[in-house]
């Protein structure tokens, strides 16, 4: 997988008015407008190396040059013109804070105008026209970098990034830079026929032949131009065996030599009988394969070729950034000792790197007296901590706060605690395969409390890259160290995670926490900022105390069957939504734990024993009716105060005590039902109880009520209890007081627009009742009947115009007097219920159909423009993302006005009456984690009964279900046949994530681009399970934007990796289907993976197949290159093809396949 690595520029210093002209690195307009109106330009760079760590990308002093362009007209400043936002200015690397700094500020010119902005390394003083810069190449690359000068291969090198269209945001904006370059690796195999020995002392010479060392580059688009320089033959650098060279793009002549190499005194010159291009960013491999005959001739074969992105691994950026001073140390302790032998003075050594076997007496050696280490690279050394092998030891370089850089051991398994402790460490941390534990404690030699492996290292400022091997992460491993970012994936294999392991990091995105996790300690995951679902394994039995303690998150929290108890704060301010459904197992709920939430509903389990101070405290958005468990005794103080949507409680028997402030500013509550005949003891809140979560002072000698109008509440007790109630300490202060006996109906409201309407309405209670009341315009099937019943109540249609009008029917329960109310709203509205409406109509092609069918959309929702608004707003999403902007009109839009009796989304354990069930199975029950429809065929057949879509048409056709919700996210649910339905709902979370991303990721790709997912989510190889998914879809010609193999040759957008018009976005990128290894996708980033408006090449190409092909004109080559356009869809964020992090929620759950005969 490409995992960008990303360095910060901060580009804010103090303003000051510069007018110059030329291409200098001063070259900068001063935005016009008041000061307090400028908004700061900060930019990020990243180095296209497989790993993303910025320690390996750059080294202090490294200048870079950058252009802002305005647009004017809707058009960018031309780079060569003058008087340029941004021209040539100058940025330089300063790894002593891991940060980039300009010459100048940069600010951008007020708050409206977009702009392009380019960046370029390494920096050039003096560019006399930015559109035809010259550059060169060197013919020594085999020359090194030392302190002071880069290498041959290194001042060859030329990076390039552009983001087009960039509108002004504080946020920082993420660039990619690339290879204008080609690159060429050698590598030499020994074959068959060698002495033990020979090969590796025998001179090998390799050169690069017949290279035009020169040429220009735009730095306006990054085209690259050979000059017409005499060719000359280069000499690559060497490096583990390979041998590399940096080489101008340009076509090499047919029969032209193109590399020729010797090995002893034998020589080889490769040649093409076709012209040979080398290509601007792309990786030119040749392996030859060298034999020794038994006549001791030396034979060459060329055993394997291939072009691939150019993108270097992060041990060969390392090892040519730096001059490394090498050490062997053959015995373990003896690093002082070999260090002195070789006349070195360790106090001047910054780079060093190590061979042989090194222990905890040489770790302190290096933290405590190596003052100038900055850079460390143990790669093929063996460590030892005490008596185990391959573990670096307790401590190894606490606090070495000159430590930047670190090359793990190939061999390691272990990193103690402490390892790298308050240490200098920058950029990304990637923690290689094989390591099985961070954080372990080696009992024999650490001491006192626990410090994390990398607890408090400042300068980690990026990604965590986890490996796939590791079982086990420490107390406080990453605990303090802020600046990693972006995505956590946790390995699959992961079973314990520590107390304050990665509390107070900067992750957000969603966290995904892996199946065989048995362990979650204290604080966990404090302080993050995490978005999205949380789903907890359910290996889980306890969720320890501040767990997830203002952590983030944006969904819903899914609880498995086991867990006994949540502990103190474990989830206090988490931002989840939505039902919480809380396991059978639960027994005890600790103080504070979900405060804060923004949960609507708890279901709690029957066995539910204690539930602690402030346990739903501040839960401003829990709403409806809150039933008590039976087992619970107290409700303690604050347990749900400030619940001000909170409208019903109903206590049962056993509750004896209410405690202070418990429901106090529930300013909603209507009603309490008590079914204990003692009345429960009230409290109030006094400052004798222990509040280690902080004292509530605005509650301080409250009762269970304050804040509520108990005048307007009524209180409902068992029969025989209700003079003990009326005369009770603050209960004979409710303004209302009646008898429970259980007598009800369901539903108590029922809606409809004008049409009739029919609905069924149910009896509970035992004994004869009546209807006491009806409007006029509304009938019920029987007016009298005994115990539980159900009758139909029908609704007269309503002439437009008429007006709204509303009523209840009343039915009472003979002998008692008890009195149960449904009401009764009819809407009136320009459209009848099930009316299919036209939004839009082709004019090319057969038309393609799309429908909206709403779901949870009351009469009052329908008719007050909600629905029809939500559908208008989904539509323009759908048409906003290339490439169905471009075919619009090959597309018929209907919607139908399907009338929920509720707006409620059905989960697993609360029914709601709406029209098509949707629900969210809070993953249980059903195979998709996420929405679902309980019935894909009635979807269907509404479809074809009441729109314009054909059951023989439904596979070529699309259906988006508008959900009337933003708590749960999307699914799209398709049948074998490739028929489609899309539930779409509202997202409050931030772009990419919002309301568009979903849409155009759930409708636009998986429903009618039947793409797959292209998200990362777990940090493992491809299951074979999850192969053959693949492999069917694609049999079937759906998940084009995905291959299983990383061959140019072999994945389906081969033509795109060296076609022009793409070439420079079209790659082979591993990762995808949920997965980092063994699945590959074509871009860095796309709708399908992050939601941006934007879909890749391939997956544009797929989507105009399709559309061409349902249209009936049919699909060509020609055709697609006629249309297409890269350009991305209208957002007001970066519109980089690049990393996007921090970007919401991923609320995307795996497609939906179900049987149907008839779709």
Known sequence: MKIIRLLYIAAVMIPAITAMTGCSDEDFITPVGPAGERIPVTLSAAYPSVSRASDAGFENGDMMGVYLLDYEND????????????????????DTDNSWCGVTELYWKDAKTAADVIAYYPFVTEIVDPKVMPHSISRRQDTASTEIVKGGYETSDLLWGKITRQMPTSERIDLTLNHLMAGVRITLKEGDGFATGEWNSLAKNVLVANIVPSGTVNLADGAVTAGSDEPISITPMEYNGDYRAVVFPQTIDAGKELVTLSVGSEGYALSRPQPMTYESGKMYTFTVTVDRRDNGDIVFTLTDEAILPWIDETEFRDGIMRSYTIIDVPEKGSLEKRIKESNLNYNTISNLKLTGEIN??????????????????????????????????????????????????????????????????MGDLIIPDGVEEIGWRDRENAFGSALGAFALCANLMGQLCLPSTLTYIGDSTFSGSDGLSGSLVLPDNLTYIGEEAFAWTSFTEELLLPDNLQYIGIGAFAGNKFTGSLEIPKGIKVINQKAFHEAGFSGTLMLPEGITDIYFRAFDGCGFKGELLLPKSLRTIGDNAFRGTSINRIVFPEDLVSMGIGCFMDCRYLSGKLEIPKQVTRINDCAFANAPLLSEVLIHENVTYIGGAAFAECQSLQEIVIENAIPPVTGILTESVDYSWGFPSAYLDKGPFYGIFLGNVTLKVPVDARDAYSRAQI???????????????????????????????????????EVTHQPSWCKVSKSTGSGKSEIMLSIEALSKGAGDRSDYVEFTLKGSGSTARCEVTQRDYQYAEDECVTLQRATSGNGIDVL????????????????????EEQMEYFFGVEPYSTYRDYFNVYACISLSQETGVNTTSTASNTRFMTRYDNGTGCSVKGLACDDAESVFDYAVTHSPL??????????????????????????KAGSAIAIVGRSSDPYPMDSRGILQHEACGHAFGKLAEERITSSRYIKNQEKDEIWYKQSGGWYQNLSLTGNPAEVAWSDMIFDPRYSDKVDIYEGGYGVTRGVFRAEINSCMNYGIPYFSAPARRDIVKRILDYSGEGFTQEKFHAKDTDSWGATGSSRAIGDVRGGGASYHHPVRIVKSKKY
């Open 75 to 94: 058009a960018p400043q031309d780079i060569s013109g003058d008087n340029l936002h941004g021209s040539n200015i100058r940025f330089g690397f300063d």
């Open 360 to 425: 905890e007496i040489d770790f302190t050696f290096m933290r405590d007296k190596m003052t100038s280490l900055k850079s460390l690279n143990l790669k093929d050394v063996t460590v030892w901590s005490g008596k185990v092998q391959d573990a670096i030891p307790y401590g190894a370089m606490a606090d070495k706060r000159t430590l930047m850089r670190i090359v793990f051991p190939s061999t390691l398994k272990i990193i103690n605690e402490a390892a790298f402790y308050k240490t200098g460490l």
């Open 731 to 769: 209960w004979k202060e409710i303004g209302r007081h009646a008898t429970y006996d259980g007598f009800g109906c369901r539903p108590e409201k029922v809606c409809a627009l004008n049409g009739t309407h029919d609905e069924t309405v149910i009896i509970d209670g035992n004994g004869e009742w």
């Open 852 to 871: 909206f069918i709403g779901d949870c959309f009351d009469a009052d929702a329908i008719a007050d423009g909600q629905y029809l608004g939500m559908v």
């Open 950 to 975: 054909t059951r023989e048409k439904m596979p070529q056709s699309l259906i988006i279900m508008a959900l009337n919700s933003d708590e749960y996210g999307s699914v799209t649910t398709l049948t």
